[in-house]
């Protein structure tokens, strides 16, 4: 029986700061290790970051199903945006994936030889807080001050404000309990999340002191 290529370990880090042999080896061993489907990452992304995000993709993938179908994109094929149950189907099977999706990637500008020729690859990023494809806007900006609190146990992030204790998500990674911030974002009064703690805000920049 033939053996299963490897999958292989691609140095991010490694790519971005080496020289062109370096380069050319990431670029070599993801293309083989893609043969499977899989790429192992070494990254220099930090946990909080990571928390962050896989805080937020929970929170999303818990939404009823409607709320979440807004983010599908036609005529995507699923390279970003929201993609549901049993939409696609891997190369090596006839059976659709029972698994959901959420995909985003840096926007790449008009004109850019990647768009130009692979254009449904390359569309706009949709992303949960930003207006939907069918139009519908997202909430007013709100600018809220007060104190961070952390909870080691169910990792929520809360800011205690003046009459209310908001949830926060979205830019907290680097938020420690204590401190004095004052955060501008967007409430969304149908977010699903543990931290039962108050109202979210999808926070999109923090200033401290």
């Not at 199903?65 to 939409?87: C, F, I, M």
């Not at 992030?157 to 990674?173: I, K, N, P, S």
Request: charged share 25%.
């Amino acid at each position: 029986m033939a053996q299963s290529s490897p999958i292989l370990d691609v140095d991010l880090p490694a790519f971005e700061s080496g020289d062109a042999a370096t380069r050319a080896a990431v670029v070599d061993g993801t293309m083989r290790s893609l043969a499977t489907g899989f790429v192992y990452v070494r990254h220099d992304l930090s946990e909080d970051l990571l928390d962050d995000a896989y805080g937020r993709l929970a929170a999303f993938f818990s939404l009823p199903q409607d709320r979440k179908d807004r983010y599908a994109v036609p005529g995507s094929n699923g390279q970003t945006g929201y993609t549901g149950l049993l939409v696609e189907t891997a190369a090596i099977s006839d059976v659709p994936d029972w698994k959901e999706m959420l995909n985003w990637s840096a926007p790449v500008p008009d004109g850019h030889p990647l768009r130009k020729r692979f254009p449904h690859r390359y569309g706009d990023p949709t992303l949960p807080d930003d207006p939907t494809p069918t139009g519908k806007p997202s909430a007013a900006l709100q600018t809220v001050t007060g104190v961070v609190e952390r909870s080691p146990e169910d990792r929520c992030v809360t800011l205690a404000a003046t009459g209310r204790t908001w949830v926060l998500t979205g830019t907290v990674a680097g938020l420690e309990a204590g401190d004095r911030v004052t955060v501008r974002g967007r409430p969304d009064p149908d977010a699903t999340t543990t931290c039962q703690r108050g109202p979210v805000l999808v926070v999109a920049e923090v200033e401290r002191g």
